[in-house]
Structures are given as structure tokens and as C-alpha cells.
């Protein structure tokens, strides 16, 4: 089994739930997992008590030292990091490398990106220092609206994922890369659907946004 390292922008966010819901089933599923994030906010007690959470920090004497070690690779990647436009090359190598090095000293053989925007960009820089497959999923905001570099990154996944149908036809749309189509979901065990007595209603509770780029299709029976 693999040791995934899973990149999310701030960890956790509690309306993120999928994030928490992948980890659990990766782990179950036989998996060690850590999570890499740039900010830790809180304690998640529906996390598995497997699974680590490592900060990401930019320190300019880790970089330097770990390019030092891995001259070669670290150049390599400065070349591919100054492809993208929508941050800066000294930005890129400093996280990127650090991430790297989180990824050699842990022995992560894989990284996960939550969200396509900037986190993907340092994830797949460090990816390509280290020397290890990296993969991402998008989620709305990062797809429909901040798409800078967005088909240079899908060109440069392993594969990505797309939570909807909609999702699914526009990355393709550029061409690039393996883009598989997987809905986000809960883990049912959690929740008890069953009314307790015969003549019982069940209600329904529905919390969240009804925007466009959510791509929601809604039916209503009268």
C-alpha cells in the first residue's frame, strides 16, 4: 500500500467534508495518509488518529539544502516551474521545495491536491523534485472561475478528478491529461435514515449555496 500525502489549502475546514471522507476511506482501505497543509486550523474528531497533519512552512535553509542535495532534479523543476505565469519562480522552488522535502524525509510515494488553483502548482513542482506521481480534483471555484495554468497543470497530473459531469467535460475540453469522473459522497454508516415508528415523515435538510458555478440541476414534483 501507498503512503498518499493529501495537499489541501487550510486544514480543516468543516464544510469540506469530502476531504475528511476521502482520508477515512483511503486509510480504510489499507492506506497510510498525511495530510500536507498550509494552514492548520483545527482538530477534526472524525479524522482516523492514523493520520498526521504536517504544516507547510517556506523556509528559504531547508529549500536551499535539500536543492543542494537533489541539484539535478531541483533544476529540472525550476525549468517546468517557470512555465507558469501565475506565480512567481521564487515562490514556486521556495514552497515547492519544501514540500519536497516533507515528501523525501516522510516517504510519501504519492500527493493528492485538493483544489486546482495554487496549492496544486507547488504540489506538482515538488512532485516532480522528488521524484514521486502526483494527482488533483477540482471543486468550482478553482475550475470555473481561478483557471490560471489550468491545462498546463492537468497536463501535468498523473490524473485528475472531476466531482460532476459538467466538471468532467470542461477539463477535457483542454486536451490534457486523464481527467476520471468521481461524485463526491458520505459515508452513509454515519447517519440513521430510518424513521422509528411506521407513521413517522422523514425530513430532509438541505445546507449549502445555490449558485451557477455549483452546477446544480434542481426538480421539483409537485
Not at 471543486?139 to 497543470?153: A, E, F, P, Q, R
Not at 466531482?163 to 490534457?176: E, G, H, P, R, T
Not at 447517519?191 to 458555478?213: H, I, M, Q
Request: hydrophobic share 45%; proline share 2%.
Amino acid at each position: 500500500m501507498k503512503h498518499i500525502g493529501i495537499v489541501v489549502p487550510s486544514f480543516h475546514i468543516p464544510s469540506e467534508t469530502f476531504v475528511v471522507t476521502e482520508i477515512n476511506a483511503l486509510v480504510k482501505a489499507g492506506h497510510k495518509v498525511s495530510v500536507l497543509t498550509f494552514e492548520n486550523l483545527n482538530e477534526c474528531i472524525n479524522l482516523d488518529n492514523s493520520v498526521r497533519i504536517i504544516v507547510i512552512k517556506k523556509s528559504t535553509q531547508s529549500a536551499i539544502s535539500f536543492a543542494l542535495q537533489h541539484p539535478v532534479m531541483a533544476l529540472k523543476s525550476s525549468i517546468l516551474a517557470s512555465k507558469f505565469s501565475a506565480i512567481s519562480l521564487v515562490s514556486l522552488m521556495g514552497y515547492g521545495l519544501n514540500i519536497a522535502e516533507i515528501i523525501h524525509s516522510r516517504k510519501i510515494s504519492h500527493i493528492h491536491c485538493h483544489f486546482m488553483h495554487a496549492p496544486l502548482t507547488y504540489s506538482i513542482v515538488a512532485s516532480k523534485i522528488a521524484g514521486v506521481s502526483v494527482s488533483s480534483i477540482g471543486h468550482g471555484h478553482d475550475v470555473y472561475v481561478n483557471d490560471s495554468d489550468l491545462k498546463l497543470k492537468l497536463s501535468l497530473c498523473d490524473f485528475s478528478v472531476a466531482v460532476c459531469k459538467d466538471m468532467q467535460i470542461k477539463l477535457n475540453n483542454y486536451s490534457a491529461g486523464k481527467v476520471q469522473l468521481l461524485h463526491c459522497g458520505i459515508d452513509l454508516s454515519m447517519f440513521n435514515a430510518k424513521p422509528s415508528r411506521l407513521n413517522e415523515s422523514v425530513k430532509l435538510l438541505f445546507v449549502g449555496r445555490l449558485v451557477e458555478k455549483k452546477v446544480c440541476n434542481f426538480y421539483y414534483q409537485q
